[in-house]
């Protein structure tokens, strides 16, 4: 079993649309995959189809020792999912005094549940639900839009990561970034992502996301892309990218 | 003197590329702007050309009462702006059990400073970060992209809106809502425009701020639309946002 965070604290740069297209495209490919939506927008649970995410079984409930992960788990796409609820912004203060505060998740997740992977949907923050994703996890995805930010917030990341790894997970691995919404026919799309060769050419994934419309249109109908449109560039990018993440293994 | 607070929960809507562009905006149209960078990541502060915001006169040490406000403003483009720095992300624990946790910011902001308009720009989350720009402002303004989740995050954002009316601050006003990166070519833009207008319409700016690389790639050199390409769309969308938000006073 592989637990991957999805994370990156930049806003809006497809964490959860790689989620969603990751899980879609590793299942494809025969895996058999638990997403787990820690946002609370949920965006994740709404992308998939579900209206009221916070009425039902969710990791929150999961993490205050209130609910077995395994009842919280609903099948959606022929993938396992988790929903968030909006009660996870209020774990920073309920657990604030709290020792295990940073591996409520890690406790939950075990080898005994029968997923091949287990990927996680981050906030776009560095918060205590963030904190426990990447306890939890053992390698790190970055989804990357190549605009001029993008840099400015890989050296917090590095950052965060290394103090996590010496503090609560020290075989947690930054293994990949993942560029989105990328348009060859925009200079700087290209000069951020030499940029990004420059300084993290071994952890850069060679498949790129295209920008591709048919991606921000597939969750309005809480599909994921390969459902939505099969044969559009973003079943392809995403297909494409979960075979070099099944080759690293 | 009005104080805006630019906010929406979603990340990667254009927050701050709005913040920089309508303070530089209404800066052209003649008014006297303060822009302050509330966001823990500091993205407003590099993209007006500040290497290092965490090792200068920022807006946390102002909120800890470490430093007047007046001291931590600096002149650039034409406005004035206070950094933001990583600490940021601590006040939630620091503050937790502090009566004023939700006025830190408020409690100073007064008339005496000599602006016309002051611009916050908030992370994507709702945290005690959010709360003091809300309960400091007296409107807000929300960037979206007309894309299947901002309407999501439409109901979260009214219900947060209503908590800080009732608790903190009953004069704050919902007052606008900005349509960014819109592409007219795009069924979806087009679709989601519409669901706007029919829950909305009288907070919809009519100005709609199109996808412009030139929005994009300004923040690599530092500069605010006006500055890096005056006769682009992104200029051009800006500057009549700005005369429609003046228009509304
Ligand atoms: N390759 C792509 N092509 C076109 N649109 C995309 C692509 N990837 C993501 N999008 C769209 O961009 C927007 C942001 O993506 P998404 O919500 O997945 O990012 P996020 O990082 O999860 O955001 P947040 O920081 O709010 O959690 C969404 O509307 C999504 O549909
Ligand atoms: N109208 C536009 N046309 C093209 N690109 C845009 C436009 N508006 C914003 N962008 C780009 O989209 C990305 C996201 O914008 P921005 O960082 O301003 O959003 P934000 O809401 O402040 O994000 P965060 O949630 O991380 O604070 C940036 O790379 C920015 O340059
Ligand atoms: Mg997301
Ligand atoms: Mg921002």
């Given at each position: ?8 604290q930049?806003?809006g ?12 495209g ?27 995410p916070?009425?039902?079984p969710n ?10 992960l ?15 609820s909006?009660?996870?912004v209020?774990?920073?203060?309920e657990m ?17 549940l029968?997923?091949d ?25 970055v ?9 400015q ?16 997970n ?21 000069e951020v992502i ?6 993290f ?11 591709n419309i ?9 599909q994921?892309?390969?459902s939505?449109?099969?044969d ?17 293994r």
């Amino acid at each position: 079993m592989k637990i991957i965070a999805i994370t990156n604290q930049k806003g809006g740069t497809g964490k959860t649309t790689s989620t969603i297209n990751i899980g879609a495209g590793l299942t494809r490919l025969g895996n058999r995959v638990l997403l787990i939506d820690l946002d609370p927008q949920a965006n994740l649970s709404f992308s998939l189809g579900l209206n009221d995410p916070a009425n039902m079984p969710n990791i929150y409930m999961v993490l205050k020792g209130e609910l077995a992960l395994t009842s919280a788990v609903i099948e959606i796409n022929n993938m396992g999912l988790i929903p968030a609820s909006p009660q996870l912004v209020n774990l920073e203060t309920e657990m604030a005094g709290d020792q295990n505060k940073a591996i409520l998740l890690k406790k939950v997740l075990d080898d005994r549940l029968g997923f091949d992977y287990i990927l996680l949907d981050c906030p776009p923050s560095y918060g205590l639900i963030t904190l426990n994703a990447l306890t939890a996890a053992q390698e790190i995805f970055v989804p990357v839009q190549a605009e001029f930010l993008a840099l400015q917030g890989m050296s917090k990341l590095l950052e965060t990561v290394q103090n996590v790894q010496r503090e609560h997970n020290p075989t947690l691995e930054f293994s990949g970034i993942i560029a989105t919404r990328y348009d060859q026919r925009r200079v700087l799309n290209r000069e951020v992502i030499d940029s990004l060769l420059e300084h993290f050419r071994d952890k850069l994934f060679t498949t790129f996301i295209h920008e591709n419309i048919a991606l921000a249109e597939a969750p309005s109908f809480g599909q994921d892309i390969f459902s939505y449109r099969p044969d559009s560039n973003g079943a392809r990018d995403y297909l494409a990218l979960c075979q070099e993440i099944m080759e690293r293994r």
